[in-house]
T-cell receptor
Framework: DVKVTQSSRYLVKRTGEKVFLECVQD?????MFWYRQDPGLGLRLIYF???????EKGDIPEGYSVSREKKERFSLILESASTNQTSMYLC?????????????FGNGTRLTVT | ELKVEQNPLFLSMQEGKNYTIYCNYS?????LYWYRQDPGKSLESLFV?????AVKQEGRLMASLDTKARLSTLHITAAVHDLSATYFC????????????FGTGTRLKVLA
């Protein structure tokens, strides 16, 4: 079974702090994703990565960056956290040429910025 | 720009009743996914629909896809309390990119 692990379930950070959200998958998947989930807005794609050191912007990349130094790990970075980044963050992964398969999601990190 | 709309956004129904959740999308796609999310939990895959006319069933849930109408439905038969959750549909916006666009979700509450 695919396992996608997000390092923190809950985080509370202060405005202006640099925040790192970590995601690790154990199935050698090439593709990894970061979404944020807000009530009434569904899931919105922040960034995704097709392979190590590769990244592409999603629909709402402003205020975020990412790092993919190893295949199994995809990090989301909030350079200077703001209150409007309070949200649930979900990491997902899928293998290459897996068009008939769904995304595999982690359990989520609920981030509160005060 | 691909848009994915679900309705209703909220659904409260009695146990034993039937209902349908609708997922409309705005551009061509031949792949659609349904997920379930329990409160405080992550998303769990329910169905993967890969072609026009595809129909899949699991227990009291049945999903279908009409790519010409750009519409998918998730039908609930004889609802039970355990089906209470939020249901999302998602569409692959650019074939081969895995850049999925999610609907806003339908929050279902089944009353005993």
């Amino acid at each position: 079974d695919v396992k996608v692990t997000q390092s923190s379930r809950y985080l509370v950070k202060r405005t202006g702090e640099k925040v790192f959200l970590e995601c690790v998958q154990d199935m050698d998947h090439e593709n990894m994703f970061w979404y944020r989930q807000d009530p009434g807005l569904g899931l919105r794609l922040i960034y995704f990565s097709y392979d190590v050191k590769m990244k592409e912007k999603g629909d709402i990349p402003e205020g975020y960056s990412v790092s993919r130094e190893k295949k199994e790990r995809f990090s989301l970075i909030l350079e200077s956290a703001s209150t409007n980044q309070t949200s649930m963050y979900l990491c997902a992964s899928i293998g290459r040429s897996s068009y008939n398969s769904p995304l595999h999601f982690g359990n989520g990190t609920r981030l509160t910025v005060t | 720009e691909l848009k994915v709309e679900q309705n209703p956004l909220f659904l409260s129904m009695q146990e034993g009743k039937n209902y349908t959740i609708y997922c409309n999308y705005s551009t061509t796609s031949d792949r659609l996914y349904w997920y379930r999310q329990d409160p405080g939990k992550s998303l769990e895959s329910l169905f993967v629909l890969l072609s026009n006319g595809a129909v899949k069933q699991e227990g009291r849930l049945m999903a279908s896809l009409d790519t010409k109408a750009r519409l998918s439905t998730l039908h609930i038969t004889a609802a039970v309390h355990d089906l209470s959750a939020t249901y999302f549909c998602a569409v692959d916006s650019h074939r081969g990119t895995y850049k999925y666009i999610f609907g806003t979700g339908t929050r279902l509450k089944v009353l005993a």
